[in-house]
């Protein structure tokens, strides 16, 4: 399996290998082009002034022919080049290399070459010279005629190597070859750092994973470092990640060890009590009250799996959709949630006060579970309010809202237990010896229910009264 390392340093040098190459043969072959051009023109130049020579030799007497080719042989050593006269013939009579006698002259050239350069004023061609120089050649011929009577002369050839020629472009792509190995070094380098650099966040992540699956909940990736934006927003939502599944991990723990607590007690009472009545510790004439208790026992666990079941419903499901929506009298509801509290409120003596509004308060939502969260906030209050206290219902209506609240009195929540109210299992009494009917799941449920519905709950408990508010919509 390639590393981000490997992929990045293969692609980015094939990128470079190809740069380079393209670079070098694009600029060789300009620069050959510029270098044949170049020494092309300098042939042609050369060739005009020869055979300008030539024709003043022949019109002018007093030119000695001594004079003429010591001025050849110096055009010829300063230009560089290499020139041959021939007869209108075609017989060589001169050359450059040997002004005073050359074992050339006397070599006749083809006539069609001859001819050639006679009819197009010129001719410019590269290739070999036969039996006078084996190598590759610049060749530019001119033909020397009499200015005033057109008679033909002869004809002027101009020759340099090819090879002397390109002998810089030889040069250039030696020290390119240089440079080019010279930047891959340095490149690869600079590419090695700088990958590692890149990479070494996402090995940490890689390690931190491997970590957190291994059971180290508390591995995390630092953010700290000098990363690039994409690599530290990955970073940052890693550890996002990683808290929510340590919490969830936390909560998980917590919730068996809660279901595992509230059913070990009921169990035990509901064993302890049918074998004291089994072996005989409990008397007949008691067995009625214990099994009344075994029955209790038995209709809180019931209770208990009740709502385990509805949390997994509820959980299941992503909000409530508007088929399950309908629109009904939010005062009518309540009413009727209280009057099922009836005889719990008359056993305690407690003092119900509602202030509601004088006219119908409609609300679009699901019917059922609203009343299940009012029911469940009317029962959690007549639960924890003291014998002759307060319990209080209240609609009124604001900003598009219904606001609903039932509050009562009794122990005020501490602060810092508020935000837990709605957790589940929890309790304010850590020691659980009070309001056994209840395992913290009622309020849970509430929460659930209310914000399915894309709306707020909330807690407030001051001076000896604990007042919950949640909202519905409001409809005409």
């Known amino acids: 399996m390639k590393t981000t390392f490997s992929r990045t340093f293969t692609t980015a040098s094939l990128i470079l290998l190809a740069t380079l190459v393209l670079i070098g043969i694009s600029f060789e072959l300009l620069v050959k082009d510029y270098l044949t051009d170049h020494a092309v023109e300098d042939l042609q130049n050369d060739s005009k002034v020869v055979a300008r020579l030539v024709q003043s030799c022949f019109a002018d007497e007093t030119l000695s022919q001594r004079d003429f080719y010591i001025a050849l042989s110096a055009a010829s050593s300063v230009s560089g080049f290499d020139a041959v006269v021939c007869d209108a013939g075609g017989r060589l009579v001169l050359c450059s290399d040997a002004p005073m006698g050359c074992e050339h002259v006397g070599m006749t050239i083809q ?6 350069v006679f009819e197009n004023d010129g001719s410019t061609d590269t290739g070999t010279i036969d039996g006078l120089y084996p190598e590759i050649r610049y060749v530019v011929s001119r033909p020397i005629t009499d200015v005033v009577t057109g008679e033909r002369y002869g004809i002027v050839v101009v020759s340099a190597p090819v090879q002397d020629s390109l002998s810089m472009l030889n040069r ?3 020290m390119f070859v240089f440079v080019s190995i010279l930047v891959v070094v340095i490149s690869v380098l600079i590419m090695t750092f700088f990958v590692r650099h ?6 940490d992540m890689a390690k931190a994973a491997s970590a957190f699956g291994h059971g180290d909940l508390t591995a995390r990736v630092r953010t700290d470092g000098d990363h690039s934006e994409e690599v530290e927003e990955l970073a940052i939502a890693f550890n996002n990640m990683a808290s929510c599944l340590q919490k969830s991990e936390y909560q998980r723990q917590e919730f068996v060890a809660n279901v595992s607590h509230e059913l070990k007690t009921p169990m035990t009472t509901i064993a302890g009590y049918v074998d004291g009545i089994l072996d005989g510790t409990i008397p007949p004439e008691k067995e009625r009250h214990y099994l009344t208790l075994v029955s209790d026992e038995t209709k809180r666990l019931s209770r208990l799996v009740r709502s385990m079941l509805d949390i997994s ?6 909000g409530i959709t508007d088929e399950q929506k309908t629109r009904f009298d939010m005062e009518e509801l309540a009413g009727q949630v209280l009057i099922s509290f009836e005889q719990k ?6 003092d119900v006060r509602v202030d509601m509004p004088d006219y119908p308060v409609f609300t679009h939502a699901n019917q059922d579970a609203v009343t299940q969260v009012v029911y469940n906030l009317v029962d959690n209050a007549v639960k924890f309010c003291p014998a002759g206290g307060a319990l209080e219902l209240t609609i009124r209506e604001g900003g598009g809202k219904v606001y609903v609240s039932v509050a009562n009195d009794g122990p005020t929540i501490p602060p810092d237990e508020l935000p837990l109210v709605f957790d589940r299992f929890h309790k304010i009494d850590k020691s659980r010896s009070k309001n056994r009917d209840s395992w913290g799941l009622g309020l849970y449920i509430v929460k659930t229910l209310v914000c399915s519905h894309g709306e707020n709950i909330s807690v407030t408990s001051r001076d000896g009264k604990t007042t919950f508010t949640f909202t519905m919509p409001l409809v005409n």
């Open 111 to 116: 006539q069609d070459y001859l001819r050639r």
């Open 172 to 174: 250039i792509s030696e």
């Open 198 to 203: 890149q990479s070494a966040p996402l090995r």
């Open 313 to 318: 419903r509820l959980q299941s499901q992503e």
């Open 345 to 350: 409120i008359n056993s305690k003596q407690l």
